[in-house]
């Protein structure tokens, strides 16, 4: 598997040479800002006290607090928090919200955790990463396996901490404590509006559109329902267990309701089985990656059948696939730019604590899709002006702001 921060850097380097950065903003790119890692003791159901690992890494503040989800999974690793917490800066970016980027991990199956042993986990690694977040430092959000209730419990450790309540030191978080109307659904509805703006780039209707999705969680899972809803043909969707695919169709809404017992999309009925390897090669007309990194790799690249693939997950090409694919003429909209939604809408939401005033949810669906539409068009102009691929003009856009940035700020001392 290709290393992550292997890929962000790569991705860094060709943008910087595109664009005759400066070699000192180059090198102050290549260098998170700060890197902490934190042991985790935890008492067990059992009395046992088992120590995981975790991490909180902050790329670049230039414009603004830090941003960034917190994700647990097994195989979480700092090099993967870098990588992720870098793009995090590009993204924010890319959309104009006024954030610098960081990420956050904890090496563990939280699947394998009771509710008491995960809340546990979670408090004490909020206590651990105490004195790098807060609402004007750095906003933890939502990631793999996390959800609305462990942002909750952050917030409350944050602020039994601090003596009063802070909402707006998380986001991503129940609306009964602060939350946003429109957070839990906005990443999906980003990769939505990209994908029609993609299919309208390329003078192709959506109605009828074929669709395969790799990832069935928070991102893919609402995606495909969106895309059926919109009169897309979703034909394949695959989760880390297997996939299925049925030329006619899959109906998303019965495809949660199976897989909330069976704990995977695998097995459905009425659907041929298929891998996740077999779903990424699938005759489609959008190929959405929403699961993790390195999915699309230089072993599985000449298979890809789509005409667009959009990265709703962050990081799932490679910079040698990516390259094969343009040369290939596949449209792919870039992760720093195809998945911003989440992000544009926890700025919303941290908006909305600061100010202790809460928008409708049409309201903030509509100001998320003026911010995705005003990005997208921006993107593709420079694209189109250059003669470059969409990743390496939304690459060349956020780098230069997050540069802008650091010319007005100058260096001290």
């Not at 939502?142 to 030191?169: K, L, Q």
């Not at 695919?245 to 309701?257: C, Q, S, V």
């Not at 709703?312 to 792919?332: F, M, Q, Y």
């Amino acid at each position: 598997m290709t290393n992550a921060w292997a890929t962000a850097l790569s991705q860094l380097d060709e943008a910087v040479s595109f664009m005759g950065l400066e070699p000192e903003f180059h090198d102050i790119f290549r260098t998170p800002k700060r890197i902490l890692t934190v042991s985790i003791p935890v008492r067990m159901d059992d009395g046992r006290v088992e120590v995981f690992t975790g991490f909180r890494v902050h790329h670049s503040l230039a414009r603004g607090p830090a941003k960034g989800g917190v994700r647990y999974h097994p195989e979480v690793s700092v090099d993967e928090v870098k990588a992720l917490a870098m793009w995090m800066t590009w993204k924010c970016a890319v959309v104009g919200i006024p954030y610098g980027g960081a990420k956050g991990g904890v090496r563990i199956d939280p699947k394998r955790l009771s509710d008491g042993e995960l809340e546990r986990l979670t408090r004490r690694y909020a206590s651990e990463i105490l004195p790098f977040i807060g609402p004007e430092r750095d906003i933890p959000a939502p990631d793999v396996n996390t959800d609305e209730r462990i942002m909750a419990w952050i917030m409350d450790t944050y602020s039994v901490n601090s003596g009063f309540s802070v909402p707006g030191v998380v986001t991503g978080k129940p609306v009964s404590i602060g939350g946003s109307q429109g957070r839990s659904g906005a990443t999906s509805r980003g990769v939505v509006t990209v994908a029609m703006l993609a299919l309208r780039q390329l003078d192709m209707q959506p109605e009828g559109r074929s669709v395969a999705i790799q990832g069935f969680g928070k991102v893919g899972g609402f995606a495909a329902q969106l895309f059926h809803d919109a009169g897309f043909n979703v034909i394949g969707i695959a989760d880390y267990k297997g996939g299925v695919y049925n030329a006619r169709g899959l109906n998303p809404t019965a495809l949660l309701r199976y897989k909330s017992e069976a704990d995977t999309v695998a097995g459905f009925p009425g659907a041929d089985a298929i891998t996740n390897d077999e779903l990424l090669a699938l005759e489609c007309d959008l190929l959405v990656p929403a699961a993790i990194e390195d999915q699309i790799t230089g072993r599985n690249v000449d298979a890809v059948r789509a005409k667009i693939v959009v990265e709703g997950a962050n990081g799932p090409t490679t910079p040698e696939a990516d390259h094969a694919l343009a040369d290939r003429g596949v449209l792919v909209v870039p992760d720093v730019l195809a998945n911003a939604g989440g992000v544009t809408v926890s700025y919303f939401e941290w908006v909305q604590d600061i100010q202790a005033y809460f928008w409708s949810e049409d309201e903030v669906n509509m100001r998320m899709r003026e911010v995705m539409e005003r990005a997208y068009g921006e993107v593709r102009s420079l694209s189109e002006e250059k003669g470059v691929r969409l990743r390496l003009a939304a690459l060349a856009i956020g780098i230069g702001r997050v540069a802008d940035a650091h010319r007005a700020r100058g260096l001290f001392p």
